[in-house]
């Protein structure tokens, strides 16, 4: 996944945001808002389920009833990088890696109240691995508290194993006793627990719980099997490091199912708690539960015999077995004898000694005669090798025995089994056997055992058999006449075979002898004369001695260079020696904790497993045969402080099932720092004049070739602290950030910059336009950080150098103009009011406040405040509703330094009165007070603003005209001078018959240039036009006498008025035109032969021409000879000429 810039951005302004809230929060004396979240490291198994607790207090649930919560993680390979998995508010939240895991509800937030919630994966990830974030969703305005908090969870590999030593059948009868083991391990490198159970399932049911040992090996018994706990007869045993051996006395009919064991692993979290982190179970063991035969009364006694072979050859081996039965009979003593052909053979007493009949006694010293109760019930007698003596009738013979009160037996009635007879053979043959009397053997190894033979001529097989140093022997495997090979009952899981690799050897071989492997030997070799038919038996014995794997192998750590410092190799060796099981070795280091972090696994099938981030950790693995060692070299390239800690190498093998591990000793890896070397070299003084700008320098040395950068900060010696000190003013930390002291003032922050040039390097702060207030000990302070191989920063102790400060200022001189102008201008016109230093001092560090003040020409005593600009540049209008209009119009203006002008825009007639601007200079203290130098203000500025005068003049011409109805009469309203160049007016044409009659409307057009015809007069009578800007013509189209009359026009002015909109300025008339209109035929038309006609339509031709002349050079003059343009009727088009 990408980060991009803008995430990267907001991750930093998130962190500025919790860091000014901590600040916050810590400096009101406590947190209101909490968030927690379950304590880690959470230690927990590949593909288990994860959960963790989080939750708030301190905040009121949102209008829903809860509160909204988030969870993040970032993973070792990435620590600085966040990722969104899940909220309870947002479904878009979590990036696409964990988008489908949360959609399939594979990972979930369930909330258990308004304020708490549990997150779950249900099957847990190796990249899952990381610290959590558990974050509350906060919708107010305000922050006051912790908002989140941090779980780390680290996965490990699954390594319980359980397995059961139990065959997967078994059948008793009702009252005996049952004995289960299982064996359960884990090769977890954390401290864990085991708890380890016994379950039956009957049938298809849910199985029940028999016993159970649990972390702190306390017994508990299932439900149904409580009363029988308690009365002794079940019994849970931790047999050793990893066996578990379950008994069950007097079984019932109940009892019967499908037996099973199983174990979980346990881990405690920091918060003391024990979670579950692993469960597996074992294979199941069919049980069968026979009902016994019921005896008549308490004394009855019922003696049964079984010879599962009762016709043998001699040398083959012959069992008989015998079995009392009796009401109560676990408080009964009873003794047992074996007869044949009425002779005892063998006797066991009531407290179990065995009596051997004379004719048996050697062949019982022997090993050839076997007999015991192997139950509450049962006894058994083997003879092996069998001869033809030993062939006959057998019987089983028992004796009530009941104690006396001196502790002696006395014998009650015999009670005899049914007979049983035994046919033996015989055979002849010179079959021997031999083996080696004793063999060592390495735990682990291979055990092969030979056997050698001689003297036979039929077809052989093999019977080996093992026994512990005092315990009869019992059968491993066997390898017939055939060559087929067959496991004995209960080695089933033995990983043994028989082999016979020549005619005369039978060989032996366990893949892996561990120490239960160690005993006698017995190779028992038959020759078979024919199918059935064995001809003899011979034995032969061997001692196996096996070495425990801690006896001969070992595991040690050496180090190379392991006090190294920063940015040296390291190599550690972990030496295995003589260990040639297949292995799981494991680096681990403790850093400072009881609890070592794993650094990797590698695994016996050559796979390996690196935990967290251990990119700088390498394996190199070197095979020493001659030295019979293995050396895995764990390197540290460039070794930093992060690698220092305790380092150990462990190997585990699995042995039975079961694991062992060997570990190394502890072996301390120390880094070391390089000491610094930094140097600072600063000026001891400076002297500079105010306004000047200055640089403090602080330059830099030091020899180091460790890749550096540089913090400094700048300190100014506090003066309003009576013991002394220094106050930060700006600091620029190791990644070039810039920070100022919060206090300092936004004006004062402008003036200050820290730069580095790359000479030594070299650290500057520059003052620009230096005030008097800069003066005093600056000092400068260095932190050197250096990057470690990990990658990770570190600071060095602080080195400083002091410079003192002179700051030299000239004298204050502040004086204004004192010129009394009076201004007069046209409303609507711009004003700028000038306000001018005539003479001041000269200096960037002194500042100006200025005060422009306004009084009304009929109130000259009242200054009202209009506009004011502070000497920090604050510009402000005071509230004041008399001039509130005028403010939103002024301009503070400053064409030159020395300037603080005043523009009042498109004046108005209520602007008329009185200005002064006033001038006050402010200069910082030593102690960053504003301090008043002087003031000073200008003679009152008189302003005057005028509206538009009247100048509008008509032309006021009479005229008389005669025509006839075929001709148009037009109407002429001639403007000669208008007040304003933005004027508008409204023309109204008025006729009456004669002077003796009131005027009529007959026409108007409006400013609007809407056109109203009176009288029920039409566009088809009355024709209007505007042919010149200053021209307006109503043409009457073919005129009737009844038109006949007097005309004139009635211009009124209206002119725009800043204050009070459209004004009318003015109304005036026009001349009158009389108007006489005839009809066509009383006209009389003009004679061409008469002179006097002739004469007359000369001269007003001649007139007509100068007139037409006239007006063509009045039009010229009125247009300066320009280019006339497209004329239009429409007013707003011909804006009139103002009054020259």
Not at 218 to 223: F, N, S
Not at 365 to 379: K, N, Q, S, T
Request: charged share 20%; glycine share 6%; aromatic share 8%.
């Amino acid at each position: 996944m990408r980060c991009s810039p803008r995430s990267l951005w907001g991750q930093t302004l998130r962190c500025l945001c919790l860091t000014l809230l901590f600040d916050c929060v810590l400096g009101s004396g406590g947190y209101i808002v909490v968030t927690e979240a379950q304590a880690g490291p959470l230690y927990r198994v590949e593909g288990s389920e994860l959960s963790i607790s989080c939750s708030v207090t301190g905040l009121p649930p949102l209008p829903d009833g809860r509160n909204d919560f988030e969870f993040r993680v970032k993973k070792p390979a990435k620590p600085d990088f966040e990722l969104n998995i899940i909220s309870t508010n947002d479904e878009y939240f979590p990036f696409s890696l964990y988008g489908d895991r949360v959609r399939s509800g594979e990972i979930a937030v369930i909330h258990k109240d308004p304020n708490s919630v549990v997150f779950k994966i249900l099957h847990l990830q190796k990249a899952d691995e990381g610290e959590y974030d558990c974050s509350v969703v906060n919708t107010r305005s305000t922050y006051n508290g912790i908002y989140s908090a941090l779980t780390t969870v680290k996965v490990i590999d699954n390594s319980l194993s359980i397995s059961s030593s139990s065959p997967a059948s078994m059948a008793q009868t009702e009252g005996d006793s049952l004995e289960l083991t299982c064996e359960a391990s884990t090769n977890t490198i954390q401290h864990t627990h085991l708890s380890v159970g016994f379950f039956l399932r009957e049938n298809t049911k849910n199985a029940s719980l028999v016993m159970s040992m649990d972390k702190d090996f306390v017994l508990i018994p299932g439900q149904d099997f409580e009363q029988r706990y308690k009365s002794g007869l079940i019994r849970l045993d931790k047999i050793g490091q990893v066996t578990y051996r379950l008994k069950i006395s007097q079984l019932k009919l109940s009892d019967q199912g499908a037996l099973y064991c199983e174990a979980q692993e346990w881990i405690q979290d920091p918060d003391q708690t024990w979670y579950s982190i692993a469960t597996k179970a074992s294979t199941e063991t069919s049980l069968t539960v026979k009902a016994k035969e019921i005896l008549l009364d308490s004394e009855s006694l019922a003696v049964t015999m079984s010879i599962p072979h009762s016709t043998l050859q001699e040398g083959q081996r012959l069992s008989v077995s015998c079995a009392v039965d009796s009401q109560n009979l676990k408080q009964k003593f009873f003794s047992l004898a074996w007869l044949r052909g009425g002779v005892e053979l063998a006797r066991v007493g009531p407290t179990g000694v065995l009596t051997v009949g004379p004719d048996y006694s050697s062949r019982e010293r022997e090993g050839e005669l076997r007999a015991g109760r192997i139950g509450d019930r049962d006894y058994s007698l083997i003879l092996q090798p069998v001869r033809t003596s030993d062939q006959g009738e057998f019987v089983c013979r028992a004796w009530p025995e009941e104690r006396s009160s001196t502790g002696d037996f006395i014998q009650g009635a015999a009670q005899d089994s049914k007979p049983h007879a035994v046919n033996i053979a015989l055979t002849e043959s010179g079959l021997s056997v031999e083996m080696a009397s004793s063999v060592n053997v390495n735990e682990g190894d291979k055990l092969v055992l030979s056997c050698r033979v001689s003297g036979a001529t039929g077809q052989l097989s093999v019977i080996w058999q093992r026994a512990a140093q005092s315990a009869p022997f019992s059968s491993l495997v066997s390898l017939d006449e055939d060559g087929v090979m067959a496991k004995a009952e209960g080695s089933a899981d033995v990983r043994v075979k028989a082999l016979r690799p020549a005619s005369d050897l039978f060989t032996l071989e366990l893949e892996e002898a561990t120490q239960a492997a160690a005993g006698r030997y017995q190779c028992e070799v038959s020759e078979w004369k024919t199918t059935n038919n064995k001809a003899s038996s011979q034995v032969a014995t061997s001692s196996v001695i096996v070495t425990p794997l801690d006896k001969f192998a070992s595991v040690s750590v050496i180090g190379r260079n392991h006090i190294a410092s920063e940015g040296d190799k390291v190599e550690l060796i972990c030496r295995v020696r003589r260990l040639k099981l297949p292995r799981t070795l494991t680096w681990s280091v403790r850093r400072g904790s009881p609890t070592p972090d794993n650094i990797l696994t590698l695994y016996s099938n050559g796979a390996i497993s690196w935990f967290g981030d251990q990119h700088r950790y390498q394996l190199e693995i070197v095979n020493k045969n001659q030295q019979d060692e293995m050396w895995y070299h764990l390197i540290i390239s460039s070794a930093s402080k992060k690698d220092a800690g305790s380092y150990k190498c462990s190997a585990s093998v699995v042995l039975d099932k079961a694991p062992k591990k060997l570990s190394s000793s502890e072996l301390a890896v120390n880094v070391v720092r390089p000491a610094s070397d930094l140097t600072l070299t600063a000026a001891p003084s400076i002297r500079a004049n105010i306004n000047a700008d200055i640089e403090l320098k602080c330059s830099v040395s030091s020899n180091s070739l460790v890749l550096s950068r540089y913090a400094v900060t700048w300190f100014l010696e506090d003066t309003s602290n009576k013991t002394g000190g220094h106050k930060m003013i700006v600091k620029s930390d190791q990644n070039a950030f810039v920070t100022f002291e919060p206090d300092l003032e936004l004006n004062q922050r402008k003036r200050l910059s820290v730069s580095r040039r790359a000479e030594g390097p070299e650290f500057v702060l520059s003052i620009r336009n230096t005030r008097s207030s800069d003066r005093g000990v600056y000092m400068c302070e260095v932190v050197q950080w250096q990057q470690d191989p990990s990658r990770e920063w570190h600071q060095l102790p602080p080195v400083s150098k002091s410079t003192q400060l002179s700051v030299i200022e000239p004298a204050s001189d502040l004086h204004l103009n004192t010129t009394t102008p009076v201004l007069t201008v046209e409303e609507g016109d711009d004003v700028e009011l000038e306000c001018n230093l005539v003479s001041a001092v000269d200096s960037p560090s002194v500042f100006y406040k200025v005060i422009w003040l306004y009084s009304e020409a009929n109130e000259p005593i009242r200054q009202v405040p209009l506009v004011e600009l502070d000497h920090t540049g604050l510009l402000s209008y005071p509230v004041d509703e008399a001039v509130r209009a005028l403010q939103g119009r002024l301009r503070l203006l400053r064409p030159a330094q020395t300037s603080f002008n005043l523009g009042i825009h498109k004046a108005h007639e209520q602007d008329s009165g009185t200005y002064i601007c006033r001038v006050e200079q402010y200069q910082l203290d030593r102690d960053g007070q504003w301090q008043q130098k002087a003031s000073d203000e200008t003679s009152p500025m008189t302003l005057n603003v005028t509206v538009t005068e009247r100048s509008l003049l008509i032309e006021k011409i009479d005229k008389e005209f005669n025509i006839s109805t075929s001709q148009s009469l037009t109407l002429p309203c001639h403007i000669m001078t208008q007040s304003s160049p933005l004027s508008q007016f409204q023309i109204t044409w008025f006729w009456r018959k004669d002077t003796n009659s009131e005027p009529r409307p007959l026409f108007t057009s409006y400013r609007n240039s809407t056109l109203h015809y009176w009288f029920g007069k039409s566009d088809e009578q009355l024709r209007f036009g505007h042919p010149l800007t200053n021209l307006f013509n109503l043409t009457i189209v073919k005129p009737s006498p009844a038109d006949s009359g007097e005309y004139f026009c009635e211009v009124e002015e209206w002119a725009p008025s800043l204050s009070n909109g459209w004004r009318k300025v003015a109304v005036e008339k026009s001349g009158s035109l009389t108007a006489s209109v005839q009809d066509e035929g009383g006209i009389s038309e003009p004679v061409c032969d008469s002179p006097t006609w002739i004469g007359a339509f000369f001269g007003v031709t001649v007139l007509s021409l100068l007139v037409i002349l006239l007006l063509v050079l009045r039009m010229c003059r009125g247009n300066n000879s320009a280019k006339k343009k497209e004329e239009s009727l429409w007013t707003e088009n011909h804006q009139l000429n103002p009054k020259n």
